[in-house]
Antibody, heavy 116, light 107 residues
Framework: QVQLVESGGGVVQPGGSLRLSCAAS????????MHWVRQAPGKGLEWVAF????????YYADSVKGRFTISRDNSKNTLYLQLNSLRPEDTALYYC?????????WGQGTLVTVSS | DIQMTQSPSSLSASVGDRVTITCRAS??????LNWYQQKPGKAPNLLIY???TLQSGVPSRFSGSGSGTDFTLTISSLQPEDFGTYYC?????????FGQGTNLEIK
């Protein structure tokens, strides 16, 4: 069955960096586009970024453009999100999501806390 | 950017009730509309994609309709396990925006 396991979250000071990973299994990872979606504590869902199946195109929310970078390694079945210049408002649970329009599998999320 | 507006933001209904949640897009998104259910402490679960296609394993009491800018999620006969927060999301163009959510409580 499909499994998406996020890791790399933690507590970081404002202006700091983190790299999130999402290990995928149970499906042909290299055939699917992938998203990152986040959810601040007690708030709704916010789409963050999308990468095509082959990594050829990447798209970002305005709130993270220029600070976050989505990437993938299809040889390792792994999705990444590099988070730079972090702000307190980036504090959230970050989910890895399979699929472009039919987003049928979500990981359990990794928590990023930006605080001094 | 496309804005997604859900209504109501919260509702309380009884077991057996028919429940309807609406989602409006700020411009036409054809049928590129997904519905999710999220329970506390859990990841969202895809219910409906393509505005009206039931995701595998989702009970048939859930249905979706609409196209263009106006969409509806209907639960035909509410069950106790249907509590949670429901979100719509457009997958027509980036940024792939979500509605603000509808919190459904069981009376």
């Amino acid at each position: 069955q499909v499994q998406l396991v996020e890791s790399g979250g933690g507590v970081v000071q404002p202006g700091g960096s983190l790299r999130l990973s999402c290990a995928a299994s149970g499906f042909s990872f290299s055939s699917y586009g992938m998203h990152w979606v986040r959810q601040a504590p007690g708030k709704g869902l916010e789409w963050v970024a999308f990468i095509r199946y082959d990594g050829s195109s990447k798209y970002y929310a305005d709130s993270v453009k220029g600070r976050f970078t989505i990437s993938r390694d299809n040889s390792k079945n792994t999705l990444y999100l590099q988070l730079n210049s972090l702000r307190p408002e980036d504090t959230a649970l970050y989910y890895c999501v399979k699929g472009k329009t039919t987003t049928d599998s979500w990981g359990q999320g990794t928590l990023v806390t930006v605080s001094s | 950017d496309i804005q997604m507006t859900q209504s109501p933001s919260s509702l309380s209904a009884s077991v057996g009730d028919r429940v309807t949640i609406t989602c409006r897009a700020s411009q036409s998104i054809s049928n590129y509309l997904n519905w999710y259910q999220q329970k506390p402490g859990k990841a969202p679960n895809l219910l409906i994609y393509g505005a009206s296609t039931l995701q595998s394993g989702v009970p048939s009491r859930f249905s979706g309709s609409g196209s263009g800018t106006d969409f509806t999620l209907t639960i035909s006969s509410l069950q106790p396990e249907d509590f949670g927060t429901y979100y719509c999301q457009q997958s027509y163009s980036t940024p792939y925006s979500f509605g603000q959510g509808t919190n459904l409580e069981i009376k």
